[in-house]
């Protein structure tokens, strides 16, 4: 990754789970475990390029969506927070195409971008492609690694994403609030007493490597495919001109 001072906005060690997630992601790349795709069908006549640039504000008022992570010639690794980015954006229209068709793209299209993987070294980890199926009917893929967002996050991105799209489209400035300063997070979890004392006493009748460690090191390393894409359909409200 090259980078002038001016380019960065923040460094931070890793929280212990991104720690554990980047390492596994490393030691078994193959597997793809922490590449997470999200889809959804959107039934509106959407306005393309106001959902881009709403997308866009998301990740400029998310540091989290500016990051990579570098573990290369660091006594740790750290994430390295970018001051701007641009998002990945493709579109893709196929209404000239019948439903099986279309069917047949999109699966290839999931199993081609998951083949693409990330360099976690150059942000955004992060990448969309928009499909126009139907005059007022879409579909989205969003692509990103697990080391950005957890589960309970995902709902809070979308949140500002259709805040976002919502403004543009009525003309109005963006306003998207920003989280906390994550250095907050990590003293929060510095102020935590270890929890090592528990695993420890809890793993002391142990006396053999568990699977998972077996997987990790030893020959049988294992291949970890997941094809169960996570889809939803949303209906946004049509855009109206005022009289």
Known sequence: MAASKKDIEAIDRLTPLQQGMLFQTLSTPESMVYFEQLSCTLKTDLDAAAFEQAWQAAADALPILRSAFVWERQAQPVRVVFRHVNVPWQNLDWRDLDE??????????????????????????????????????????????????????????????????????????????????????????????????????????????????????????????SHDYRHASISLPQQTEEK
């Open 100 to 225: 099986t068709e279309q069917d047949l793209r999109w699966t290839r299209l999931l199993n081609d971008e998951r083949a693409r993987g990330f360099d976690l070294n150059r942000p955004p980890l992060m990448r969309c492609v928009l499909v126009r199926l139907q005059d007022a009917r879409y579909r989205l893929v969003w692509n990103h690694h697990h080391l950005l967002l957890d589960g309970w996050s995902i709902p809070l991105l979308m949140t500002k994403v259709f805040s976002a799209y919502e403004a543009i489209c009525a003309g109005e400035a963006v306003n998207l609030e920003s989280p906390p300063p994550f250095e907050d997070y990590l003293r929060w979890i510095d102020s935590k007493p270890s929890s090592e004392p528990f695993w420890r006493e809890a793993l002391a009748d142990f006396d053999h490597e568990s699977p998972l460690a077996q997987a990790l090191t030893g020959a049988n390393k294992t291949t970890v495919e």
